[in-house]
């Protein structure tokens, strides 16, 4: 539930609660109002009887009381009070005072409030000059209290419920246009770590939200610096990493290669001057010449997966055709290879096009070498919008679970997205119904808008 449906909910049970106890102060106002009503009447009716003409010079006995006397008392009663008027061994007469009985009281709130009455009548002693005359007893009569109670119970009531409406509605615009700042808020959250920029949350009326956006645009731009020094960061690493492979390839063609070179070159020297009678000898020289020969293929295998082609003079598209020419020439009779590169990579970053050639080279090895593919296609895109991004695609069908293949341990995939991270791009894995498709994405610019 929304705080606006909380706050008006909760206004509404407030005011509820005041309805109810306005309701218990009307039912105790009417009450206590019928009896001083009674009182009143009870004193109105004494006084009045003892004021009558010669009602204290004779006995009680003889009072003429009957009838006609009964009317100036009637008129002494208020409304929907009742009284019993005894004089000496008069029968006593019960008279009560007009009610309009206006509008009809329910049964259930009748028997409640006849149930909480007070049955304790008023009492008037009638005295006329010290001599006790009679007694008046009052009392509400049951009927109009009830009906008095419920009119009285039925204005508070509805007047309780029209301001709980009224005000459980303004309640409700009040904390909506209140609240309205944390929608906003919420959505800068979720974008929170997933968008490369965040735009600055604005500032806020109330104080609290106000403080929750500066703390998210203090929040945004520590993050964003982390991620500027994350960037470089990686940058540096793949920048060293680069280097270092081709040390290593330097190093394995000036020593290991001369090595080899020298010792294949020693085994046919010692296969040409062997003894004829010591075939045993040329044989051995022999296989020494067929070992070093396998490993200077594996050598000038391992070179070209560590050397780095001169991307400047023959470019990323040059580079990508040399490397699949010489994947189908070492596959021979395996799966075929099919290229498509569109658009223009002449002018890209030295960076992006080094990156692209790498990601290219661990992403067709990964399809050759891990799955049994009957052909692989890699295809290379340059948009024409502005910004120009990449795209490199390599789909093959040799089977294998996209989700595994991008859980499973290895350097190969971690090695592409730290790339990736360093320039901003992304890397997806998904399967094509017979195999695995992975997909670059790597928004680059031109030498000229750098």
């Known amino acids: 539930m929304s705080l606006p449906a909380h706050l008006a909910l909760r206004l509404l049970v407030v005011t509820l609660l005041c309805l109810a106890g306005a309701i218990a102060w009307t039912l105790w106002d009417v009450r206590t109002g019928l009896r001083s009503e009674a009182m009143i009447s009870a004193e109105r009716i004494a006084a009045q009887l003892a004021r009558q003409p010669g009602l204290g010079s004779v006995g ?6 009957g009838e ?20 000496g061994a008069e029968v006593p007469r019960r008279l009560c005072g007009d009610w309009d009985g206006l509008g009809a009281t329910p049964a259930w709130f009748a028997g409640i409030l006849r149930a909480g009455a007070d049955a304790q009548p ?10 006790r005359l009679g007694a008046v007893t009052a009392w509400p009569d049951s009927v109009a209290a009830a009906g008095r109670a ?3 119970a039925w204005f508070a009531g ?27 808020i919420v959505q800068a959250l979720e974008g929170f770590g997933t968008q490369a920029h965040h735009a600055p949350l604005p500032r806020f009326e109330a104080t609290e939200f106000d403080r929750i956006a500066a703390a998210f645009n203090a929040l945004a731009g520590r993050l964003a610096h982390a991620e500027r020094a994350r960037a470089e960061l990686m940058q540096r690493l793949v920048l060293v990493q680069e280097e270092e492979r081709q040390s290593l390839a330097r190093d394995l063609h000036d020593a290991f290669g001369q090595c080899l070179a020298a010792v294949g070159a020693l085994a046919a020297a010692i296969e040409a001057g062997a003894p004829e009678d010591r075939a045993d000898l040329r044989a051995d020289a022999g296989g020494i010449e067929t070992i070093a020969a396998s490993m ?8 070209n997966q560590l050397e780095l082609p001169d991307l400047a003079e023959i470019g990323l598209s040059g580079a990508i055709h040399g490397l699949v020419s010489d994947w189908q020439a070492r596959l021979r009779t395996g799966p075929s290879l099919h290229l498509d590169v569109t658009g223009d990579l002449t002018d890209l970053p030295v960076d992006a096009s080094a ?10 090895t990964n399809a050759l070498r891990h799955g049994r593919p009957s052909r692989v296609f890699l295809q290379v895109q340059r948009g024409d919008a502005d ?40 890397l997806s894995l998904t399967g094509n119904g017979s195999g695995i498709r992975a997909c670059v994405t790597l928004p680059v610019h031109g030498r000229a808008e750098r």
């Open 122 to 131: 008023v009492l008037r002693e009638i005295v006329y000059r010290g001599r």
């Open 387 to 426: 910004g120009r991004p990449v795209t490199l695609t390599v789909d093959d069908d040799g089977g294998g679970d996209a989700a595994r293949a991008a859980g499973a341990s290895g350097r190969g995939l971690p090695g592409i997205r730290a790339r990736l991270a360093a320039l901003g791009g992304q």
């Open 150 to 152: 419920w009119r009285q």
């Open 296 to 303: 200077r293929e594996s050598l000038r295998n391992a070179l």
């Open 68 to 87: 006609p006397q009964a009317e100036p008392a009637v008129l002494m009663l208020l409304p929907g009070i009742c009284a019993e008027i005894r004089l």
């Open 158 to 184: 509805g007047l309780a419920l029209s301001l709980a409406g009224t005000t459980g509605l303004l309640g409700w615009l009040a904390a909506a246009g209140l609240v309205a700042p944390a929608g906003r």
């Open 355 to 364: 990156s692209l050639y790498r990601i290219a080279q661990e992403l067709l």
């Open 60 to 65: 009680p006995a003889a009072l003429p009381f």
